[in-house]
């Protein structure tokens, strides 16, 4: 995937919905996917599904946490910092190299 589509990816998983309320939702420190879809009161398999487009394009972190006087992990999801330059000057340098 070249840089002009990981930008598109990128806007296009950022923009739908949930997406922007898990980044909220798991800034302040990380939260499991139950507890993101009952905040959200959305299923279960639509937050699993925006935890994984966000996971592929950079925005969040995943990682496994082992649970007090337990022997399972629980997975648990949180938002990284990241930061998207766009202009008309950068948009004109991904589309030629595009085109190149």
Do not use: W
């Not at 337990?70 to 997975?75: D, R, S």
């Amino acid at each position: 995937m070249n840089e002009l589509e990981q930008v598109r990816r990128f806007l296009k998983v950022i923009s739908r919905a949930y997406s922007f309320e898990i980044i909220s939702f798991t800034h302040s420190r990380p939260r499991t996917a139950p507890e993101i879809s009952d905040f959200l009161k959305t299923p279960y398999t639509t937050v699993k599904t925006r935890l994984n487009e966000l996971i592929e394009i950079g925005a969040l972190d995943v990682s496994s946490e082992k649970q007090p006087n337990l022997t399972k992990h629980k997975i648990v999801y949180k938002s990284k910092d990241f930061f998207l330059e766009l202009d008309p000057r950068r948009i004109s340098e991904l589309c030629l190299h595009k085109n190149q």
